[in-house]
DNA sequence: ACGTTTAGTCGAAACGCTTCGATAAAGATT
DNA sequence: AATCTTTATCGAAGCGTTTCGACTAAACGT
């Protein structure tokens, strides 16, 4: 493998002229480069990557956080994985993984202290998180996907879920569903912190309240049974529910077996949506179902390009971004028509 | 942060001992190990990642070339993902992921050539695969996931596609299926020498011929649509099929919806399993799919622990290791009990 | 008692780059 | 003509490790 010092004394000229015109970093004749460009294709040189990493300090290499969320990993984790991939690509960049395991905080500051990354990109961000804390305290540069609740001097990219929350369930309400459930993330989600799901729940509340509908919440599981639980509790403690919006599609069988097992149809007796779910979920159902889609390609984009600013000096304050969802309409969700007379539905 | 002069100073030897402690090159006596070791300590000393690679030559960075089917990124791949960068990280390596979009073969020697990595884990490789050949070429270690052709001298994990076609029929068969179709993966794949498809085919037409059953094959694209079709087509030409194993499940939605339009329940008047889908997706579709499970996390595992045996000399002739899927039986399988007298059935 | 290992340590030379300060030549400014 | 800039280049000093050869003193074999 060719060395710079090989390039330079092929193209005749110092070590040093060869970096500067390999970096731009200091003026160089239109003649010299040409020979130093020259000799660079004769040799097939290819910088060193750990080299120049060790004599400028930057390593050119970014981390992802790669935690998995208490529901196990699903389509989107997978879209923040390869988009951030891209982009950091896209800008010369190397994206290691760092996976969820490091649950120990002491762990992430062992391997931030190794040199090797400029900057780490945090995903599934609980509202008071350990790592954003650590890396935080120890001021290595970090963005989130994601959001803590102080978010101060910190970069990050989000889904509006307040916006995402109220979509959805104005799409129902001018369906003319009044009577909306609403299935968030697990207790134990909730009750840890996790973002989405405290956003959603307070959210949720707020806009029922303002569009004078009535709306019931309820926490779950992202399991079919655990779905199938919920549904039937619900609709048993409030018989006149006719559409119901979930946080998390894998409670999705569960819900569509149990209307099923009422001998109703999907979405002529009951409309079913999921915020925050991809498209590939989505048409893994029978019917398709109506959701709002996540814009996960742009977040793990992002939060890598947003990282790469903070580290290339390009951006002083923060910048905090905002995402909506977009609804896409499937076939899971209609105006009801069901006859609303009473339980005796549930018995035919 | 404190570098092995600090710590050499601290502790009164020279660096070289400090370095001969930390990675046990040299034989040290227990008294200075440990005043070496609590220097260490004292200052919160880490070793640089980058200057420790570019003096060993050894980076202890190892990729993984993600690559993504043709059908998209799925379940699965995520699970070699994390499998892999957890794997990685208890050999002490880091992963850092080389996206798919590298598809000139050209880049990829860029990317080895950079000094970055040690090795690559191929993923999603193909009968005559240009990434393959490359590194092959170059000599630059790599072990895949999956296999092409000619496998002299490469290590490799895969599935036993083999097997789990045969089993998958076995376990119909014994169910009283004597007619069953195969939807493989597209015919643009086949052609392409996509391994598991080219595979599969062969030996989903052996295995009927011996069992002495009736098979039929079609190629289908991954999207419930073109699964709609396919099942119609081949139940509009073999009206005697009770049962159906897809190569692909995404294809599953679109087949679940054509039996239910013909007024058929499952599993009682057909039958529908997938070969190497996720748990994650069968458990969306209602009813559940029987399908054979992919030992996804086995093979990134073991994918980067044989590149790292590979790389750290303790194997000199490549391993090459076919991995089972494991049937599991949900609700979409049974004996059939449809009526087989006519098309009558079609119109009730 | 005398070469020969062996254990333990040191100093210096890599590894392949970037960056700093210096320098010479050419151009611009008075 | 003298001085100040600017442009283009060079040489050398890092960056933080590993690794090689050399050295000392103790242990060993005969």
Known sequence: MPTIADVAKRANVAVSTVSYAINGTRPISEETRQRIFAAMDELGYRPNALARGLASKRSRIIALLFAAPERGLGITELEFVTSAADAAK?????????????????????????????????????????????????????TMIGRCADTDDISYVDIHFEQTIKEAVQYLAELGHTNIAFLNHSQAEFDAGYGPAVRAHTRFAQVVETMELTGVTRFCRATPLAGWEAFNDLLTAHPDLTALVAMNDRTIPGIMQAIAERGWRIPDDFSLMSVVSSARAAEMMVPPLTTMDPPTAELGRLGVELLIQQLEGQAQNASQMLLPCRLVVRDSSGPCRRIQSSKQVEDQ
Chains 1, 2 share one sequence.
């Open 90 to 142: 896209e800008n010369g960049y190397h994206l290691v993984l760092w996976s969820s395991e490091m649950n120990d905080p002491e762990e992430l500051r062992r391997f931030t202290q190794q040199g090797l990354v400029d900057g780490v990109v945090v995903m599934e961000v609980h509202l008071d998180d350990n790592h954003v804390n650590m890396l935080r305290e120890i001021s290595f540069p970090f």
